[in-house]
């Protein structure tokens, strides 16, 4: 039997007593009935709390059996807010920053349309923050677009979830393989993939260990 890590997701994420929670997509799980595990899934999420809200976006695996009742369940079970293809702000203290995000790629066809929108609206002086299962997402932009992204948050990858000595990894599930995992400086943006805390197809892993990403922003120094 696989290890359970949803214990330890949640002792982690509790500890760190988030301001806002952002789920990167893949509620379904690999293999049974991807309802049920689903709901299993979300009963977990929602023991979580945040002051600021839950957020989360669609991953490829959770077209199965449709988006519709994927986002349903994130709802209802999960108390999660869907940013697919959509955007909030979040405000404190009179300060407000841009979140939006947008379904998995293949759902999407060549254009990121609503994201693109989205990003068009904002202004150069706004922080925004971008929530997508796969890192691929954010190349699609225009370069004038990517400017005003100021936090990429993403997943998909599993961190290559076998490679050798987390130097390579013999599939690659992302276009771009600077995106496979951890933090990438471009000189408008930050992009995080996340790991993740899931496999697909075998539960195992090597040199890409599951994480749960915090991210601290702070004000910069004027």
């Known amino acids: 039997m696989a290890y359970d890590l949803r214990p330890k997701v949640l002792e982690l994420t509790r500890r ?12 379904a799980g690999w293999g049974g009935d991807p309802v049920k595990n689903m709901k299993a899934g979300f009963a977990e999420m929602k023991k979580l709390d945040a002051p600021y809200g839950k957020f989360g976006v669609l991953g490829n695996h959770d077209y199965f059996p449709d988006s519709e009742t994927t986002l349903r369940l994130m ?21 407000r920053i841009r979140v939006f995000g947008t379904e998995f790629l293949w ?29 691929d997402s954010f190349e699609r932009f225009y370069p ?8 990429v948050l993403a997943g998909h990858t599993h961190g290559g979830q076998i490679t050798f000595f987390g130097i390579w990894s013999p599939v690659s599930v992302v276009r771009y393989e600077k995106y496979r995992t951890g933090r990438v400086n471009t000189p408008t943006t930050t992009v995080i993939t996340s790991n993740g805390i899931g496999t697909v197809r075998f539960p ?19």
């Open 75 to 95: 709802e209802s079970e999960g108390e999660i807010t869907s940013l697919n293809d959509r955007g909030v702000w979040l405000e404190k203290d009179g300060q």
């Open 204 to 222: 195992l892993r090597f040199f890409a260990p599951p994480q749960v990403v915090t991210v601290t922003l702070r004000t910069r120094n004027k």
């Open 107 to 135: 759902a999407q066809g060549e254009e990121l349309q609503f994201p693109r929108y989205e990003v068009g609206r904002l202004e150069e002086s706004d922080f925004v923050i971008f929530l997508t299962h796969s890192p």
């Open 144 to 151: 004038e677009q990517r400017r005003k992204i100021d936090l």
């Open 16 to 27: 760190e007593s988030p301001d806002v929670i952002f789920f990167g997509g893949d509620y």
